[in-house]
């Protein structure tokens, strides 16, 4: 079965740095999806990213699908408070149900 | 606020009980999946809905079932309650199976004791 591995599992990071977090599949990625989660919440869709070298951005995060790698990161510019939260990769490897990683725990301190 | 709703938020109950969570899809929504997020499991996939029929089965155990009624709402039947059973339980929708992305509801926080 497919397996999405995220890197890193936590980052803390001052305001204002930028960071980059990495979600890498086991097996070939039809379509990526990037989630944020505050805790206790419901999951927030970020973005879809379906063609290899596909790239999009939503506010200043950026995310990039390298299908060849079958590796998709999430890039955010410029960090606010409002970053905080985790960060879940999802693909579907062409079955109907979406799998995700464990997630990246990102925290930014002032 | 995603538009897809669940009920209860949260849910305390005794072991070997049994409970219904409930979905109600966004609207024009045909695809209902639930997902269970614990602590050390993560987000796992247990089981997904297509305008009424069942469509796909993730690590669902046989204490848990689901259905999707014709107005598209689903609902989620846990029985025989165990401890380890406490858990986030999310519903999540989309227009259709496949490339299209999830929305989730607030999720259902259950405690078992």
């Known amino acids: 079965s497919q397996e999405l591995e995220q890197s890193p599992q936590s980052l803390i990071v001052q305001e204002g740095k930028n960071l980059t977090i990495n979600c890498t599949s086991s097996?070939?990625?039809?379509?990526l999806y990037w989630y944020k989660q505050k805790y206790g919440e419901g999951l927030i869709f970020l973005m879809m990213?379906?063609?290899?070298?596909e790239e999009k951005s939503h506010e200043k995060i950026t995310a990039k699908l390298d299908e060849k790698k079958q590796q998709s990161s999430l890039h955010i510019t410029a960090s606010q408070p409002s970053h905080a939260g985790t960060y879940l990769c999802?693909?579907?490897?062409?079955?109907?149900?979406?799998?995700f990683g464990t997630g990246t725990r990102l925290q930014v301190f002032p | 606020d995603s538009g897809v709703t669940q009920t209860p938020k949260h849910l305390i109950t005794a072991t070997g009980q049994r409970v219904t969570l409930r979905c109600s899809p966004r609207?024009?929504?045909?695809?209902v999946y639930w997902y269970q997020q614990s602590l050390d499991q993560g987000l796992q996939f247990l089981i997904q809905?297509?305008?009424?029929?069942?469509?796909a089965k993730g690590n669902i155990l046989e204490r848990f079932s689901a259905q999707q009624f014709p107005d598209l709402h689903s609902e989620l039947n846990l029985s025989s309650l165990e401890l380890g059973d406490s858990a986030l339980y999310f519903c999540?929708?989309?227009?259709?199976?496949?490339?299209?992305?999830?929305?989730f509801g607030n999720g259902t926080r259950l405690t078992v004791t």
């Open positions: 990213l379906q063609k290899g070298g």
């Open positions: 999802g693909a579907d490897g062409n079955t109907d149900k979406l799998i």
């Open positions: 097996k070939t990625l039809y379509g």
């Open positions: 999540a929708s989309s227009v259709e199976t496949g490339v299209s992305p999830l929305h």
């Open positions: 809905y297509y305008n009424g029929e069942e469509r």
């Open positions: 609207s024009g929504d045909l695809s």
